[in-house]
């Protein structure tokens, strides 16, 4: 089969990368903001991480929600479809952590 | 954390890519002879399969083995460590196959 249309290699596209494990985990714990993304993933450019946010989002794995206040804020969160990937996400974790 | 070491990535290190997958794929059900992948997975390249399983082996994933009979055939399959992660490739691929 062509790879592109092999179903590990297309959840890979979606979720593997070199930054997308980490925004993924940094949000499986609940909404953040960017400068919270920032935070948990020190290492990550500001502009590559609005991109990869950007991708996410349009692949359906994050959901972007503007609050208005006294200033507007953003909140960065995973969708229900990137939910039903937190169980192979932590295998792969786990899996990763002993792979030496 | 910079990404190479981020545990999700090193997994992803050693199974994802372009043809990795299915290599992992046609050997989950039992050893194969290099004719006998290259029928499983016949879009891809012999000297690129060659590298693969080759690579595949250095990274503990594979064990190439050798029979010498009339003629000498090899034949490759998984080790102990690749079929840890036989339960997370299922779900990669399941998630894979709904993720549009």
Redesign the interface.
């Known amino acids: 089969?062509?790879?592109e249309f092999?179903?590990?290699?297309?959840?890979?596209t979606?979720i593997?990368g070199?930054?997308r494990?980490?925004v993924?985990?940094a949000l499986e714990k609940g909404p953040k903001r960017f400068s919270e993304l920032e935070r948990a993933?020190p290492?990550v450019n500001r502009k590559v991480l609005t991109d990869q946010l950007r991708e996410l989002g349009s692949l359906g794995m994050i959901k972007r929600t503007e609050y208005s206040g006294k200033t507007l804020h953003v909140e960065y969160e995973l969708t229900k479809?990137a939910y039903?990937?937190q169980?192979?996400?932590k295998?792969?974790?786990?899996?990763?952590?002993n792979?030496d």
Chains 1, 2 share one sequence.
């Open positions: 089969m062509k790879p092999f179903p590990v290699n297309r959840a890979l979606i593997g070199k930054w494990p980490q993924y985990c993933i290492e479809k039903t990937l169980p192979t996400m295998q792969l974790c786990s899996w990763g952590k792979a």
